[in-house]
């Protein structure tokens, strides 16, 4: 788990550049951390309807 922890947030941010919403869901339940960077993602927030 230390590469999860290791990784800079900016870098996991570009990896899901390349994620649907669906893949981002996803990825926002491996730790706390991705969670934060998944929920600031433009396309997790962009999907949100008002």
Known sequence: MSFLRDTPAELIALIFDNFSL???????HVC??????A???PVFYGAARL
């Open 39 to 41: 929920r600031t993602h």
């Open 22 to 28: 669906r893949e981002i869901i996803l990825a926002s």
């Open 32 to 37: 706390q951390s991705w969670r934060l960077i």
